[in-house]
């Protein structure tokens, strides 16, 4: 079973920076892809971006320009750059990746918080 361990979530007031970072622990199979989504109270989980272990890279329409992603193979992290921060930004955001042995599988991070203050 993979773990996936988050941290550097926070509250932060609008216009500023946050940096994530996700570690993921396993003892089989390649890691694919990783990424980031979020999710308010009531509200789908919804893509905000994603890491091949190519480099390619997918941003949300709604964070292009202010988020990066950046993977660190050797060290199995993801790491998600967040500045020019917004209200709308606030939510729960979770780490993602997509693990490879004999099929893909999905696994989960615990969430972090982000709260951005007006």
């Known amino acids: 079973q993979v773990q996936l361990v988050e941290s550097g979530g926070g509250l932060v007031q609008a216009g500023g920076s946050l940096r994530l970072s996700c570690a993921a622990s396993?003892?089989?199979?390649?890691?694919?892809?990783m990424g980031w989504y979020r999710q308010a109270p009531g509200k789908q989980r919804e893509l905000v971006a994603t890491?091949?272990?190519?480099?390619?890279?997918n941003y949300a329409n709604s964070v292009k320009g202010r988020f990066t992603i950046s993977r660190d193979n050797a060290k199995n992290t993801v790491y998600l750059q967040m500045n020019s921060l917004k209200p709308e930004d606030t939510d729960v955001y979770y780490c993602?990746?997509?693990?490879?042995?004999?099929?893909?599988?999905?696994?989960w991070g615990q969430g972090t918080q982000v709260t951005v203050s007006s």
């Open positions: 993602n990746a997509v693990i490879e042995r004999v099929v893909r599988f999905n696994y």
């Open positions: 890491i091949t272990s190519a480099g390619n890279t």
């Open positions: 396993r003892t089989t199979g390649s890691i694919v892809a």
